[in-house]
């Protein structure tokens, strides 16, 4: 099946800092969504992806869907204490849109 | 209302229990989806329903039994569970399935099987 590899795995940065993330498949994308999950609670949707070379902001997000239909990243800018937490990419896979790939995950650590 | 409610927050169980985990919605979404989640690893499908009728079962073990009373309403029936089934149980929803839509997650069901 499909598979996205999302990039890095971890990151320990300081508040302030700006933050960039990315998840590239094999495959065609048609959709890509930006989740993020704290700790015991469900993925929350972040930012929603429909067109290539689409560009959206959500406060001090921006996520952008590739050109090549094959990649997407995350950039978070001026992080604070609270953007702690799982950033999953994520796309419907498999010819059905029932279904979404996960990639592994980004783990942000933010330092005060 | 944009919310997808699950209870209980918490369960432990034994391995010959049996107990049930809710999920509700009232965003009128056709689609209802339950997903596994294990420790710092991405969420798994498990099962979808669609316009209230099972359309995906992801090869999960029958001690696992889903239900949708409604299109409101997903249940997960739990029976002789095993250690391993430890997890967090997510419900999702969609406006329709078969679709782009996003899916929107409820705060999951932190599962523990003694």
């Known amino acids: 099946g499909q598979q996205l590899n999302q990039s890095p795995q971890s990151m320990f940065i300081q508040e302030g800092e700006d933050v960039s993330m990315n998840c590239t498949s094999s495959?065609?994308?048609?959709?890509w969504l930006w989740y993020k999950q704290d700790p015991g609670e469900g993925p929350v949707l972040l930012i929603a992806?429909?067109?290539?070379?689409e560009l959206t902001s959500n406060g001090r997000l921006t996520a952008q869907f590739g050109i090549t239909r094959k990649d997407s990243f995350l950039n978070i800018s001026a992080s604070i204490p609270s953007d702690v937490g799982i950033y999953f990419c994520?796309?419907?896979?498999?010819?059905?849109?029932?279904?979404?790939?996960f990639g592994k995950g980004t783990l942000l650590t933010v330092n005060p | 209302d944009t919310e997808v409610t699950q209870t209980p927050k918490h369960l432990v169980m034994g391995m010959t229990n049996k107990k049930s985990l809710k999920c509700e919605q009232h965003?009128?979404?056709?689609?209802m989806y339950w997903y596994k989640q294990k420790a710092k690893k991405p969420p798994e499908l498990m099962f979808v329903?669609?316009?209230?009728?099972?359309?995906i079962n992801e090869s999960v073990p029958s001690r696992f039994s889903p239900e949708c009373p409604n299109s409101s309403l997903l249940n997960l029936h739990l029976h002789a569970l095993q250690p391993e089934d430890s997890a967090l149980y997510l419900c999702?929803?969609?406006?329709?399935?078969?679709?782009?839509?996003?899916?929107?997650f409820g705060s999951g069901t932190q599962l523990s099987v003694l």
């Open positions: 495959s065609i994308f048609n959709t």
């Open positions: 999702a929803s969609s406006q329709e399935p078969g679709s782009n839509e996003k899916l929107f």
């Open positions: 329903y669609s316009y209230e009728k099972l359309s």
């Open positions: 965003m009128g979404h056709r689609a």
């Open positions: 994520a796309g419907p896979s498999g010819g059905s849109n029932y279904k979404l790939t």
């Open positions: 992806l429909y067109k290539a070379g």
